[in-house]
């Protein structure tokens, strides 16, 4: 194993360490037109060494372990010509328990029969032809830390991503799964297919504020940005808007948005994190009011008060983030509106502001204007700009019901959202 001859050739030069090895074997089924474009498959080997010296720190990503020993070398000797830093103690020996939340490895008879389903959901909800990416990953993550930690955890992972199109309009189906009897591939394929068959000829909409109803594609990539906003390290730079919003109300009483280090379905999740903490539970939003932010070692240490297992060395972050407390279903979201639109798929989320939280982000796929309750016609063409204290105060309501959302152009963390009715919002055209 890599990551004990790391320990061998750094662990008497050091005073501490952390050393995380990550193998990946991963296989890939993209699909297009209604059949199979592309298998692929792949394996890779990642080193993550975090060591101090002193008053001295220093991190490497290693992805080639080709003269391990010379990288190493250079790494420790480069240690001490960083600049002095808060150097925090890294946790102590700790039992890891893991949910067992995973495949023994990944399945390709799955993951082939779950395009097939997910092709014929959208031809059989109206649309003409389909196209997306299934992935199915093996993770394997070992850890050594100098403080005694030693662990291994294994995963599987599935994420889903189909686009339906009927003439030059799409939908899309979106979703992550920890197990592959878990895949809902038809479903997703039919949401997709559906969309798709009622969102041609769209209409174009004015400026101005409308009520948007986001599904929880939407809200899984807003939501994300809520949670990595809580890090520690972030509000302390001066980089989030949830800085000095501890105790404060932030959002509807009823919402609650918790970090799970493990969860099942959570395909982000992680029996240890990077210092070798174990994981844990953080309520980063308790009915509507800001609870907690998330921290490692160092940032505990600064704040004087004691890690939430989310390192990140430099940044802690979330590892699965659930959002709780709905009590409508998505009928009844539609049908309390207006005047407003429902929006099913969004990308290119880019903040104008950290400091702020203003952010935009283009709506994507099938989006249809809404009033009085109902679905009026097809709209296209638009950007949602927004902030995002003002639009975690104004949201009206969110479903009971919601899913577990990843992918690769916009939601890293995998959320488990639901629809969430928003009213306000800034619509701007494209």
Known sequence: ???????????????????????????????????????????????????????????????????????????????????????????????????????????????VASVKEAIHG?????????????????????????????????????????????????????SAFTRASAINAEDLGREAGKNSAISGNPHRLEDGQYDVLLSPNVSASIMELVGASASAFLAEIGMSFLKGMSGKTVTNGDLSLIDYGQVDGGVGSRAFDDEG????????????????????????????????????????????????????????????????????????????????????????DAAFYVEDGRIKYPVAGMRLSDSLPRLLQNIVSFTETTKWVKWWGEVSVPVKAPAILVSGSRISIV
């Open 1 to 111: 194993m890599y990551r004990e001859r790391a320990r061998a050739l750094i662990g008497e030069k050091v005073d501490q360490y952390s050393i995380i090895e990550h193998r990946i074997n991963e296989r890939i089924i993209r699909f297009f037109n209604g059949s199979i474009s592309l298998a692929a498959t792949g394996s890779s080997t990642i080193l993550h060494v975090y060591a101090t010296v002193g008053k001295k720190s220093s991190m490497t990503v290693i992805n080639s372990m080709a003269d391990l020993e010379g990288q190493l070398k250079a790494f420790v000797s480069k240690i001490n010509l960083g600049p002095d830093v808060d150097v925090a103690e890294l946790p102590p020996r700790a039992n890891y328990h893991f949910n067992g939340d995973a495949d023994e490895q990944v399945d390709e008879e799955m993951m």
């Open 122 to 174: 959208a031809i059989d909800a109206g649309a003409d032809r389909s196209a997306g990416i299934i992935r199915g990953n093996y993770h394997e993550i070992g850890i050594i830390t100098s403080s005694g930690n030693e662990g291994v955890d294994r995963r599987t992972s599935y994420t889903i991503n189909i686009r339906a199109f009927k003439g030059s309009a799409s939908g899309s189906g979106i």
């Open 277 to 364: 903490a174990p994981t844990g539970t953080t309520e980063i939003i308790k009915s509507g009011t800001f609870n907690s932010y998330l921290h490692n070692s160092t940032t505990a240490k600064k704040w004087n008060t004691s890690t939430t297992g989310n390192a990140g060395i430099i940044e802690p972050g979330p590892w699965n983030l659930v959002i709780k407390g709905g009590r409508s279903t998505e009928e009844e979201l539609l049908g309390s509106m207006k005047r407003g639109i429902m929006v099913t798929n969004n990308w290119y989320t880019r903040f104008n502001s950290y400091i702020t939280g203003e952010f935009s982000t283009l709506i994507r």
